[in-house]
Structure formats: structure tokens, C-alpha cells
């Protein structure tokens, strides 16, 4: 490709070279994005699925075997249903709003690396990267809520925003702890630190690399990042801005058809982030639970899905077996539990590293 563009080059005189780079990259995304639809096709029904069981009775079981086609019969559902529009809305922020909610959500997965040199941007700001993409992500909430001339919506989506600006700062704090350890913002070496050193490293046994993982010398921090994920995505039992029996669905209670359908999977894509960056920070991302055959014989990207759904497991059990908060517990667990706590664990996380010179010293990937 890179062969056709520079002859178009020399013989048109139209700078066309360098668009092989750009065809790459364009593929990637276009390779992330359906395999990451799909994969959040299924991952829905496994949501149903858990909370069925849980409840002892079946989910989904009628659409293709298992009900495997369950996701894809709501999605023709939803896109021939005929849009409804409130007459006192705007309209063009109402359809706006779910538009940025699912565009922003997809647009963070440009810096999550699935496998080493598996990613369409492996920058080394990738975590300010996602910082930046979810604190956006709550505009199209107060967007919808706003634009839906509706004070049950509207009050969906401020409990949302106070609820999602909350608990970024809890997320923030844990992040970094793991960035002292690390020294880099980039989450290829995040992972690939939490190979080169760790407990397992110390204790002589390199091949019990789960040891090595993040979870286990910031346990503590692992646990506020999993709940706090819970609060930021909206997942019960956090889910005040949906509670239907106070706010008739919140912030979503006007729409219906597509527009409502891009609300739901811009949430899920958000919940598959979490998982992705749970994973990452604190799972050891696509490395083997042991650095020993057969586990090294599977692919590293097989180990991330694997992980990133047992991540979502943890977050189904919870929608299905914790009841929900109301909204004051919600907002004193994040500002006067999860911030102190992350608060000190950051000056004690900083002073053990500056004591013992502990840390990864490696350098960018």
C-alpha cells in the first residue's frame, strides 16, 4: 500500500504518502470497534444471564441456541421502533445527547491496550487520556436531561453528574497510587511493570506472576476502585439516576427507540472501560496468571477477555445480590470513606517507595 501511495505521489504530485500509516491505524479502530460491539453484545446477555440465575430462572433462552441471539434481536427491536420526541424538547440536543454519550465511551477504548503493541494509540499520556474522555462523558447525561423539558429527567441527570464528578476523585486518588509505582502513564507500561517485579519477584518465584499483580500490594486500593466503578458507570447499587421507583427511570425517561439504545451501549462500553482498567491497573492486563507453559501457549489478548469478564462477573453479582443505596449513603461513602482512605494511601504508598527505593525502572513503551 505504502508502494501505490508514494507512485501516486511521484506521478499526480498530491502528497498522498503517509496515508498507508493513517489505512493502518483506520483498520485498527474499525478491527476495535466491531469486535468490541460484539463482545458488549454478549456481555449483555451474560448480565441477564447472572441476574436470571441468581434469581433462579432462566434469562434469555428463546432467540438462537441458549438465547445467544438475544442481544441481537433487541438491537432490530430498538432500530425499527419509531422515535419519540417530547413536542417541548430540543430537539436537536435531545438527539444530541445520546450521540456524545456513546461516541465518548467508544473513543476511550483508542488507548487500552488488549495485547503488547495491541493498541491503535499507545501514548504516553493514555491514562490523562481516559481521564479526560470520562470526565467528558457527562455532558451528554446533563444534556439529556436538560434538552428533555422534563424535571423527573432533569433531576436524573444532576444526581448523575454530582454522582459521577464524586467519584472520578476517588478513582483519580487510586490511579495514582499505581502511577508512584510505576512512574509512567502510559498502560502498556503499567502492565508490563507488574511483569518485571512484584512479590513474586522478591520470594525467588517469578512464575507465580499473578503475585506480581497490583491487586495484592494495593488491595486495599483495588477494592475502592471496583465500588467507585460501580458509582461512576451508574451500576447498581449505585444506580440513583435510573431509580424507577424515585425518578421514573431519571435521566433517560423521555427517550425510546435508537436514541435510548445509544444511551445503553454508551453504558455499557463505559462498564467494559472499568473492567478493561481494573484489568490493567491491578490484574496484570494480558499476562498469565503463571509464566508457565500452557498457560504462556494462549494468546495474551485471550487472557485480557478473560479477565475483563471476570471483572464484569464481579460487577453483575453486584447489581444482582446488593440492594440499592439511597442517595446521602451514596455521596457520604465517596467523599467521607473512599477520599480519606485514598488520601492516606497515597502518602503511605509515596513514603514506602521513597524508603525503600522500591519501584518499576523501565522506561516508556
Aim: aromatic share 16%.
Amino acid at each position: 500500500m505504502d508502494f501505490v501511495l508514494t507512485a501516486l505521489d511521484y506521478l499526480l504530485g498530491i502528497p498522498l504518502f503517509g496515508w498507508g500509516v493513517h489505512f493502518g491505524v483506520i483498520w485498527q479502530a474499525l478491527f476495535l470497534l466491531v469486535g468490541l460491539l460484539l463482545f458488549t453484545a454478549f456481555i449483555l446477555l451474560g448480565d441477564r444471564k447472572v441476574w436470571a440465575a441468581v434469581q433462579l430462572r432462566r434469562g434469555p433462552n428463546v432467540v438462537g441456541p441458549f438465547g445467544l441471539l438475544q442481544s441481537f434481536a433487541d438491537l432490530l427491536k430498538f432500530v425499527l421502533k419509531e422515535p419519540i420526541i417530547p413536542a417541548g424538547a430540543d430537539k436537536v440536543v435531545f438527539l444530541l445527547a445520546p450521540l456524545v454519550t456513546s461516541i465518548l465511551a467508544l473513543s476511550a477504548w483508542a488507548v487500552i491496550p488488549i495485547d503488547y503493541g495491541w493498541v491503535v494509540g499507545n501514548i504516553n499520556i493514555g491514562v490523562l487520556y481516559i481521564f479526560a474522555i470520562s470526565s467528558l462523558g457527562v455532558y451528554g447525561i446533563i444534556m439529556a436531561g436538560w434538552a428533555s423539558n422534563s424535571k423527573y429527567a432533569f433531576l436524573g441527570a444532576l444526581r448523575s453528574a454530582a454522582q459521577m464528578v464524586s467519584y472520578e476523585v476517588s478513582i483519580g486518588l487510586v490511579i495514582i497510587t499505581v502511577l508512584l509505582c510505576v512512574g509512567s502513564l502510559n498502560l502498556t507500561d503499567i502492565v508490563i511493570a507488574q511483569k518485571e517485579m512484584g512479590l513474586a519477584h522478591w520470594l525467588g518465584v517469578p512464575w507465580l506472576s499473578f503475585l506480581n499483580w497490583f491487586w495484592l500490594p494495593l488491595f486495599p486500593m483495588f477494592v475502592i476502585f471496583y465500588i467507585s466503578a460501580l458509582a461512576e458507570t451508574n451500576r447498581p447499587p449505585f444506580d440513583l439516576p435510573e431509580a424507577e421507583s424515585e425518578l421514573v427511570a431519571g435521566f433517560m425517561v423521555e427517550y425510546s427507540s435508537t436514541p435510548y439504545l445509544l444511551f445503553m451501549l454508551g453504558e455499557y462500553i463505559a462498564i467494559l472501560l472499568m473492567c478493561s482498567m481494573t484489568t490493567i491497573l491491578f490484574l496484570g492486563g494480558w499476562a498469565p496468571p503463571l509464566d508457565l507453559p500452557p498457560f504462556t501457549w494462549i494468546p495474551g489478548f485471550i487472557w485480557f477477555i478473560l479477565k475483563v469478564t471476570l471483572v464484569f462477573f464481579m460487577f453483575a453479582m453486584a447489581k444482582a445480590i446488593v440492594p440499592r443505596y439511597r442517595y446521602d449513603q451514596l455521596m457520604r461513602i465517596g467523599w467521607k470513606v473512599f477520599l480519606p482512605i485514598s488520601l492516606v494511601m497515597v502518602v503511605v504508598v509515596a513514603f514506602v517507595l521513597q524508603l525503600t527505593g522500591w519501584g518499576w525502572q523501565g522506561g516508556a513503551a
